[in-house]
């Protein structure tokens, strides 16, 4: 049996394990999953922002960053979660944060954490197209990493079925912004261009299941991406050449102009509408032949019986 101080001591050392701030806390993301993967809903900051407080603990370690220590993103915060911000932000990520304060206004330097390991394909990106409506324009709605990769607590590799950038899933990823009419039409894009890929030769094949099918990054790129007026993209002018000649070997000048986002016009249209009918009532005639002649034998073998009879 303990005595009574013994049982004091115990209990004593046991409130300060329980109320103590671990060591290394956000070092580790289970001590920090401990918390978050209990947590549900959203709350409002101080700023006045909604903060996602809820981390499923299976979908993180799943992802790519599975193994990484939260700090490893969320450098402004110390050992002690709770504490006042002050870690230390490396210059290059500082800097980013900085540039794109006004899209991710809740925690810029998670955000631009993103330069830490992808630093030069995050230069890509902040020299695109969408990068520039950020930085140049002060635009919110220019599409940054998280906008194509989703939540940075589940990426998945783009191999991986479930990504948001995976070849079945690239083009409805593109098709939020390019898809979105408001957006479209604030930036005077074509409208047209999910619906015409998704009629293409390419866009039938990838929904018949070939994920070899080029998709949107196969000829406009992934994270350097140009306007289709600028000469450094594959897809000014000539540029073309080299575009489509990865995959189709000899493409010349009069075979690129088949590949565009341009509305075909009402030849094809209709031809196809024409197509579409003839088939169906081949298809059609052949049924109701295949009755009327099963029909007929039915009704000779019953009045020959009849006059046999």
Same mark, same amino acid.
Request: hydrophobic content about 35%.
């Given at each position: 049996?303990?005595?009574?101080?013994?049982?004091?001591? =115990?209990?004593?050392?046991?409130?300060?394990?329980?109320?103590?701030?671990?060591?290394?806390?956000?070092?580790?993301?289970? @001590?920090?999953?401990?918390?978050?993967? !209990?947590?549900?809903?959203?709350?409002?900051?101080?700023?006045?922002? =909604?903060?996602?407080?809820?981390?499923?603990?299976?979908?993180?370690?799943?992802?790519?960053?599975?193994?990484? !220590?939260?700090?490893?993103?969320?450098?402004?915060?110390?050992?002690?979660?709770?504490?006042?911000?002050?870690?230390?932000?490396?210059?290059?990520?500082?800097?980013?944060?900085?540039?794109?304060?006004?899209?991710?206004?809740?925690?810029?330097?998670?955000?631009?954490?993103?330069?830490?390991?992808?630093?030069?394909?995050? &230069?890509?990106? #902040?020299?695109?197209?969408?990068?520039?409506?950020?930085?140049?324009?002060?635009? &919110?709605?220019?599409?940054?990493?998280?906008?194509?990769?989703?939540?940075?607590?589940?990426?998945?590799?783009?191999?991986?079925?479930?990504?948001?950038?995976?070849?079945? @899933?690239?083009?409805?990823?593109?098709?939020?912004?390019?898809?979105?009419?408001?957006?479209?039409?604030?930036?005077?894009?074509?409208? @047209?261009?999910?619906?015409?890929?998704?009629? !293409?030769?390419?866009?039938?094949?990838?929904?018949?299941?070939?994920?070899?099918?080029?998709?949107?990054?196969?000829?406009?790129?992934?994270?350097?991406?140009?306007?289709?007026?600028?000469?450094?993209?594959?897809?000014?002018?000539?540029?073309?050449?080299?575009?489509?000649?990865?995959?189709?070997?000899?493409?010349?000048?009069?075979?690129?102009?088949?590949?565009?986002?341009?509305?075909?016009?009402?030849?094809?249209?209709?031809?196809?509408?024409? #197509?579409?009918?003839?088939?169906?009532?081949?298809?059609?005639?052949?049924?109701?032949?295949?009755?009327?002649?099963?029909?007929?034998?039915?009704?000779?073998?019953?009045?020959?019986?009849?006059?046999?009879?």
């Amino acid at each position: 049996m303990f005595d009574k101080k013994s049982l004091v001591l =115990m209990a004593s050392f046991l409130m300060l394990a329980v109320f103590s701030p671990l060591s290394g806390f956000s070092e580790e993301p289970a @001590n920090c999953l401990v918390c978050h993967s !209990s947590m549900k809903g959203k709350i409002l900051s101080p700023a006045g922002h =909604m903060i996602e407080l809820h981390v499923d603990t299976d979908r993180y370690t799943e992802s790519v960053h599975g193994s990484f !220590s939260c700090t490893d993103c969320h450098f402004k915060f110390s050992e002690n979660p709770h504490a006042s911000p002050g870690g230390v932000v490396p210059q290059n990520v500082l800097a980013v944060s900085g540039k794109i304060s006004a899209k991710h206004p809740v925690d810029p330097v998670a955000a631009a954490a993103c330069v830490a390991c992808h630093e030069e394909i995050y &230069t890509y990106v #902040l020299g695109s197209v969408h990068g520039r409506n950020i930085l140049e324009k002060n635009e &919110t709605d220019g599409a940054l990493c998280l906008d194509c990769h989703g939540s940075p607590h589940y990426i998945r590799k783009k191999e991986d079925p479930e990504s948001s950038v995976s070849r079945g @899933n690239h083009v409805k990823t593109c098709g939020r912004c390019h898809g979105n009419r408001e957006l479209y039409e604030k930036y005077g894009l074509e409208k @047209n261009v999910i619906h015409s890929y998704e009629e !293409s030769f390419h866009g039938r094949k990838l929904h018949l299941g070939h994920m070899k099918a080029p998709v949107c990054s196969s000829c406009h790129n992934a994270h350097d991406i140009k306007t289709k007026d600028d000469p450094s993209s594959p897809v000014y002018g000539k540029n073309k050449l080299q575009t489509c000649g990865k995959c189709h070997e000899g493409a010349n000048e009069k075979f690129i102009p088949a590949i565009s986002h341009k509305p075909a016009g009402p030849i094809p249209h209709y031809a196809e509408i024409g #197509l579409i009918i003839l088939t169906m009532s081949v298809f059609a005639f052949v049924i109701i032949h295949v009755l009327l002649e099963a029909y007929s034998d039915i009704r000779d073998a019953v009045f020959r019986k009849k006059e046999d009879d």
